[in-house]
């Protein structure tokens, strides 16, 4: 029988990783996240008629990193519609997230968006429609949320982009084949900055709410995405949201999820709401170990999986 | 709004593709599939409540080629639980369903079941329990749709023998990584075997209903698998059952799926029914193209999906 | 200045390399293979004006392995010319002599015939002339050593074929790109006996002199192969002799050589002589390691080079 | 008989490759060496006694492109012996010449010098030891030559900077692995520069003549590099001097070369000669088609081979 207090769900879900917090590698390659205390555990649901149920952590802002793709994608959407599609695939990768091996074979054509390549490839669309298009990423996500506070961490945008040699590579790569139309320094830029957002698992739970709800902001009640487009990003994150573990993710949790090397997890449960869990360690394919550990028991307590 | 009245919407799905009957290029690799008509078109739509709904060719018999490996993989699930895994994991593979690349470079252990390398790895699994793996899946089948006609085309089964040259190579490949414990002969004839069971879209609605019913086989009341394995290889059939084009799939149609290179694809809408198409011509992913467009139509209409 | 004392320079190669005996890794994927005393080494050099100079166990008979393709290149190419490149390459091939990921991506086609895919090629040629190409390629060597005693291993050779998996499997993946004419069991029995022929460093010496000697064999000035077709012989010995390390080994010792798992290296110095040098211990690439210390000090003794 | 009337040998050559003048592709991704006329053709012969023989358009200037890679690693060698080797190979790729698929599977440690990717690492080393490493490569090249008119082609150096988007995602590729110590950009514009030096045919047979000469100019009487050394950059040649067909070349000509995309061919016969044959359209791997043809006719002709 499943569990529909949710209050003692989360409770339930804590307790039963509460023994391996701080499993797993926390990003070593930037260092303020290498700072970041590995035994923090957060998780916060958020369901459509706007109740939020916390446990741990789910208030204390972390780096978003790649779940910021999710918002970054979205917006692109509604500005282009299919014609996203023109410059990437949606593919499940076959490879980790920052391979340049496949982005040869394809030609410079990234696989999906939400690996490294395709998400700078939404990056240099939105830096054709927007002079700052990290700002604008911000902007939709404090509009979500409704809450201006949520910033750009300066510092560790800096330090990423110091760093960035790998992306570098890929957006000087993917110019090559002419699939980017803005200057490189530029794009690199604005996808260190987005990454940099900082925000809690109560926040992205509450912004990614339209994802469950068929396009409409909860907090707003304004259309984001049509119908149609919310269903296919949460086919996107099924499939590709949580990088060269994606089946497996499907296998044991069964929920649209986007995963970020900061250790935050977003889900979403179409039609009834949506979850964040943060937990910094990593496992091997660059998602937060005990991150999915409660996302699996999460799955099984309350029963729902879109499978 | 979307339309409930099934009957009319397989009319609407068939008038929407009739323009488009015969596109696509059959199997040309196997004789026998090369000389199949590619104007055929059917569909069936079988709902939780035990109602079959026709269109077209749904009653003419075709074969379900790598549709089986759903079938293949439910015996060996109940045989052995998660230790499937040991073998073989559950990755959408980014490249073709016969690649050995990928093989190589994990070293005999396939991405996932519904390639052929991991189905062959299945086949041996199934090997290993009995004397005839094609007849336990071809037994399986006929107790599924309660059916004792269903077989297996021989003509066809050796003539893919003849020429599986491919399929041979990534069976000795794995062998000589120690990933198959029977000869190469035994599961290749077994395999080829299988991918030969003749079958109408009528009969592979009917026979895959239990994966839409937490596992259970509506037409006898019989747990085939438990609730849990169900939602899983729905999950896998997300993720990578229609070869490498798995995420424009989820993105197009947004169901469950397994494809078969003669033509059907088989889909589970979880918790309400199964539906299957069959229309011979293949995109270049070898997944039927009109049946992919019926499809896509389908869902649109009854507004069917799992995101 | 160089040594021109052949009997000296071999005593001091064998006292160069003598407190390496025993160093790197004996072929372990074949047993009788695996059981060699890694201790043995021996270097034999034959020179043009028909002399013979050896060192250590220089008469003790070793397993030729991949060095019998050098032999059956060259009845190939005496029967076909340069007919013999319509079915695969010339070229260095970047990966390990027994991958497959190369055969993929170049559609069957090998990229040279002194990687095991190229020298199947080279056995189905010689399959389509003779009933048992295996006792051709023997033949053919115990008419340039005139030495009837040079025989097939034929308990080295059933191992071989029994454990021939991998090469089983790229025989089958180049018949499904149509690479192959002959049947697949025929071709790995030639081709395991074939690489089973046993012989010592001094066989080997005077049996290749016909490629240091414009095509002419030396013990029965009989035409083996044109002047060009041994210099082209040569060439790819030096470029594809040496498995994926050809081009460390040209630096290091700069001769055409090709070598075997068994532990020989047989190397030609054009217009001067050949040597063959013996170590069953091998590195990382599949080369003797003392065999190449061996060489290398003994081509700085010489000047050898052909660069 | 081979012809030793070297005045006679050229002018065979010009006439045998005349009918293809133009034959080829012009490199079209740098827009002034796509301006080039493709049915320019020249070639020079500089024997070690110090007679030059010229055909054609022996003194006409063109971009030597990645034959500066021969001069640079001549540097690199000389500064810094066989620790150039700490941090690249010295293998045949079996890849086209800008991939970064093998880099990506080496963990950013280039194949080879020739390769781009070996070359960036060659000018990083320089880089390290001279304010500005082209201008370094263009003096070893004026004392080679013995003449200071030769230069740099600005406009085509920065022409090529603007579209070095390859090799700057490789070289970033390359610092992300911590195998580029100084900064990207100054080493792709050395590069650059490097690559646009301008020389004839007739400059470069005598720049190289220190390779045929073990190490020592002739027209200086001074050692450039030890004996040993210009051995070793000549097995390099031969191994990976013409891109991906290095094995082919060894087969049709038998001769240590280098190419350049600027349509020259520098080749070394060692104890013997330099000679350097230029015509601007290319054949698939990149090489001088006209240019291949000419060598292969001249190797022939003389009867020069290395093997």
């Known amino acids: 029988v499943e569990d529909v207090n949710y209050e003692r769900v989360l409770k339930k879900v804590a307790a039963y990783v509460e023994p391996h917090f701080g499993s797993g590698q926390v990003a070593s390659y930037i260092p303020p996240l290498a700072e970041v205390d590995p035994r923090y555990f957060g998780m916060a649901l ?39 599609w023109s410059r990437l695939d949606r593919e499940p990768s076959g490879t980790p997230f920052n391979s340049l091996v496949q982005l040869e074979v394809e ?31 911000m902007q939709f996500i404090r509009r979500l949320v409704a809450n201006e506070s949520i910033d750009i961490d300066l510092k560790l945008a800096r330090s990423e982009q110091e760093l960035a040699h790998r992306n570098i590579a890929m957006a000087h790569f993917m ?20 990454c940099a957002i900082a925000m809690s698992c109560a926040e992205l739970a509450v912004a990614a709410s339209f994802l469950a ?17 919310a269903k296919r990003i949460n086919a996107l994150m099924a499939t590709c949201g949580t990088y060269d573990a994606a089946g497996d993710f499907a296998y044991r ?5 986007k995963s970020g090397v900061g250790g935050g997890i977003l889900v979403v449960v179409p039609g009834v709401a949506t979850a964040c869990v943060w937990a910094p360690g ?12 409660a996302l699996e028991q999460f799955a099984k307590i309350t029963g729902w999986s879109i499978y």
Chains 1, 2, 3, 4 share one sequence.
């Open 175 to 194: 110019k090559s084949f002419g699939n980017l139309q803005n200057p490189v320094e530029e794009v690199i830029k604005s996808y260190c900055h987005q």
């Open 282 to 293: 990593l496992d091997k394919a660059g998602n937060s170990l005990v991150g999915i550990m």
């Open 107 to 137: 030609h410079g054509r990234p696989r999906n968006p939400f690996i490294n390549a395709g998400a700078l490839v939404v990056v240099d669309i939105l830096a054709s429609h927007f002079a700052h298009p990290e700002l604008a990423v």
């Open 253 to 257: 949790v069964g929920l649209p999820a």
């Open 46 to 84: 958020y369901t459509l008629d706007g109740q939020l149920f916390v446990t741990g952590d789910a208030h204390k802002r972390f780096s978003i990193q790649s779940i910021s793709k999710v918002f970054a994608l979205s917006i692109a959407f509604n500005l282009l519609g299919d014609d996203v």
């Open 213 to 229: 709800n068929r396009g409409i902001c909860s907090t707003q009640s304004t259309r984001i995405v049509n119908a149609g487009q």
